[in-house]
């Protein structure tokens, strides 16, 4: 049965508990809209541990565009009923003040990956998202926690965190998962049309193409993309671009 909490003291007194005593616990935090990938975490979790907590939390710090937060999908009946399904222990779902009772007055700050790609043109995404991702790691206390590979920049972020501050929870990633057209799954893609789905796939198939990032970034523009950055970092090429409003990430191995 997957338990519902929302307050976070009533979670901290359930972690002091005996249902945690003696037991592997497995962390997988999203912001909802649950897709295959988050299911994939999920199940990944529910393997490698005796209880596994899924955390649903928008969290308003990692949006540097207002707008965005605002059109974030959700969907949390439908995530619940997902949740029962893989019998997750607990969804941990808290409210915006029980997360941030110092009102965002602390932060963690990284100074150097956090400052390229999407850092370059998110200002203070990495900072909101370090700064949640510690908070939950200190509430759950979790053995592993888990994170894809989609959000490249992002992992290796908290990989960086959990090293910098002695967290005893171990990182595992997993690969990204993907349509059977090549589109990484999103939450985000819930607010595409049929048409720009179609037009989407250009994107990863661009990235995993041999052609220079600039030769990628006339091809996409001319297909009516908004670029905001493709570049190559070591063996891997990471892109960001715009349908519409529609803000798509992703990364390939090449
Ligand atoms: P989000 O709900 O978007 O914050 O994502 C929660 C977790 O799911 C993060 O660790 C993401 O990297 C991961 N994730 C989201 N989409 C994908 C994907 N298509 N493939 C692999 N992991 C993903």
């Not at 249902?19 to 490698?48: C, E, R, W, Y």
């Not at 409210?95 to 150097?112: A, L, M």
């Not at 888990?146 to 990182?171: M, P, S």
């Not at 996409?220 to 905001?228: A, D, H, P």
Request: glycine share 4%.
């Amino acid at each position: 049965m997957t338990k519902v909490i929302k307050e976070l003291n009533k979670w901290k007194a359930i972690r002091k508990s005996d249902v945690f005593l003696n037991k592997t616990v497995g962390l997988v935090p999203t912001m909802g809209a649950l897709h295959d990938a988050h299911l994939a975490l999920i199940k990944k979790s529910i393997q490698q541990n005796d209880i596994t907590v899924v955390t649903i939390f928008v969290n308003p710090t990692q949006f540097n565009n207002q707008k965005d937060f605002k059109n974030y999908p959700i969907t949390i009946k439908e995530d619940l009923s997902k949740l029962k399904k893989l019998n997750v222990d607990f969804l941990l779902n808290p409210s915006y003040e029980d997360i941030y009772p110092d009102n965002y007055e602390y932060k963690v700050v990284e100074s150097n990956l956090s400052k390229i790609l999407c850092g370059k043109f998110r200002p203070g995404h990495f900072d909101g998202v370090l700064t949640v991702v510690l908070k939950l790691l200190n509430l759950v206390k979790p053995d592993r926690a888990y994170f894809g590979e989609k959000d490249y920049q992002q992992l290796k972020l908290i990989e960086g965190l959990v090293k910098a501050f002695f967290i005893d929870t171990k990182i595992v990633s997993l690969p990204t998962v993907r349509t059977k057209e090549g589109l990484a799954l999103s939450s985000r893609n819930l607010r595409l049309s049929e048409e720009q789905k179609i037009k989407a796939v250009e994107f990863p198939k661009s990235l995993a193409s041999s052609l220079s990032n600039d030769k990628i970034k006339s091809l996409l523009r001319k297909k009516g993309f908004k670029v905001e950055y493709i570049e190559q970092i070591d063996n891997r090429r990471f892109g960001a671009v715009y349908l519409g409003n529609v803000r798509f990430i992703d990364n390939v191995k090449i």
